[in-house]
């Protein structure tokens, strides 16, 4: 008998895209907490750590030894792997120095870098429509930065950085997608950025207080569940409507950021940010139309 037709459910995808990225803003949140008092390398660690936990627990205890096999070029699950760790540091470090609103409006510019990447490492066609959009986002970038130059420049750089990171990660995970499975990639981001995060550990380490550890622990559930909710969404939904429920991370770190720490994104953000969403709007809408291959799932997430 022939497998059953998996027929899609688009208030379930929703509603777990919706779930996924509150996940994310909440383990930035807990990250921004921790970065009071410790430095965003041990923060790494543990939402590394914590995340490899259920993993190791399906491949030894479960028995699922699939995880473990890499079908492709073990280089570029390593590669995926190290770049993935940065990117995390990167962005941990973005939203110690800066508010929520402003780091998380900074960090959708990697939208705007996937398709030029594409053309120039993939050789996708990039039509003069997103081209457009490209570098009307980078104008809300610009106005993000303040004429006056009154801007956290080491915030904003950590930002761009990692956006830049995670630009070239999706390009690396869509040639992943051929050969890998999701769980795969995941094992090993996780695992080897726990191992990387922990060699410069002592020099860097303080130890928690008590009161810390529902923030350590919730860091890395967080992840946990981010993951979890995005295989739900992208198993029931197309991925062009799951991808627009990424903005909504703008309105969560914004509330977050208004209510733990009195943060309100001023003029320059709002502006600027506004002309990024909207330019990042019109790239998922004319991929819709177009079709980018590879663009169908992603394997995992920071």
Request: hydrophobic residues 55%; contains cysteine; charged residues 10%.
């Amino acid at each position: 008998a022939s497998a059953p037709v998996h027929a899609d459910n688009y208030i379930v995808g929703m509603a777990a895209a919706l779930l996924a990225y509150l996940s994310m803003a909440a383990m930035n949140v807990l990250a921004k907490l921790l970065s009071e008092h410790h430095h965003v390398i041990e923060i790494g660690f543990y939402r590394n750590l914590i995340g490899f936990l259920p993993f190791l627990f399906m491949v030894f205890a479960m028995g699922k030894r699939d995880i473990l096999k890499i079908r492709g070029n073990r280089r570029d699950i390593f590669l995926r792997s190290i770049l993935g760790s940065v990117s995390l540091i990167f962005t941990f470090a973005a939203y110690a120095a800066m508010p929520m609103a402003d780091t998380s409006a900074f960090l959708f510019t990697s939208s705007l870098l996937i398709p030029a990447l594409g053309f120039f490492v993939l050789g996708e066609r990039v039509g003069p429509f997103r081209w457009s959009a490209i570098a009307l986002g980078f104008l809300g970038v610009l106005i993000m930065l303040r004429p006056t130059g009154v801007v956290n420049s080491v915030g904003v750089s950590l930002a761009l950085g990692a956006a830049m990171i995670q630009a070239v990660l999706q390009i690396l995970l869509r040639k992943l997608g051929r050969t890998e499975r999701p769980e795969t990639v995941t094992f090993y981001f996780l695992g080897i950025g726990a191992v990387l995060t922990a060699i410069p550990l002592p020099l860097v380490f303080t130890a928690p207080g008590w009161n810390e550890l529902p923030l350590i622990i919730g860091i890395g559930l967080c992840g946990v569940f981010m993951q979890m909710a995005l295989s739900i969404a992208f198993k029931n939904a197309p991925a062009n409507i799951i991808t627009v429920f990424n903005y909504s991370s703008i309105i969560w770190t914004t509330t977050f950021g208004w209510f733990i720490w009195n943060d309100w994104p001023t003029l320059p953000i709002w502006i600027g940010g506004s002309i990024v969403v909207i330019s990042n709007f019109i790239i998922v809408w004319r991929e819709t139309r177009v079709g980018v291959p590879g663009r169908e799932k992603p394997l995992s997430s920071p």
